[in-house]
């Protein structure tokens, strides 16, 4: 039997709280607010699961998004994996999303993606969530070895580390 993600005695955090942004559990209650987050940045998110990678297609629809929030949520209150809607201040707008889910392989435990929307990148929002997540990754989870792909791993290294995990 393969270990949790997390051990059960862990508590999951459900917020976090800064001056420029708020992290929450992702659920479909945020539907409508992802969803156009996601579409008026949509090519700039091509490349944030992978290099090639095409979510979101330019024909995605509210109710594929539903789908894809529905799983997160799923998967979040199963304890597989951890998505989280990054929201204004005043939570009245989603400005992007963290996913924490595990890593199979040896050098990592968790993988890590993260995004904000176009418009709020040339305030620097895209960094601070970085270096906020690197601190709260390692104060409060229960990570070793966080891996942040595309980010801190090149992507042609992380595939040849997600090639060799596989066989």
Not at 48 to 57: K, R, S
Not at 138 to 162: K, N, S
């Amino acid at each position: 039997m393969k270990p949790p993600f997390v051990p059960t005695n862990f508590t999951i955090p459900l917020r976090l709280v800064n001056p420029d942004f708020i992290l929450r559990k992702l659920t479909i209650e945020d539907v409508e607010q992802d969803y156009e987050a996601v579409m008026s940045s949509k090519e700039s998110l091509r490349h944030i699961f992978a290099p090639q990678d095409d979510w979101p297609a330019d024909e995605m629809t509210l109710q594929d998004n539903l789908q894809d929030l529905q799983r997160h949520q799923d998967d979040f209150d199963q304890r597989k994996g951890f998505t989280y809607t990054v929201v204004s201040p005043e939570e009245d707008a989603c400005i992007g999303c963290v996913y924490i889910y595990p890593w199979k392989g040896k050098q990592y435990d968790a993988q890590v993606y993260f995004w904000v929307r176009d418009a709020v990148k040339p305030r620097g929002l895209e960094e601070k969530l970085g270096q906020v997540l690197h601190h709260w990754l390692a104060d409060v989870w229960p990570f070793r070895a966080p891996a942040f792909p595309g980010r801190q791993i090149p992507w042609d290294i992380w595939e040849q580390l997600r090639q060799a995990q596989e066989d």
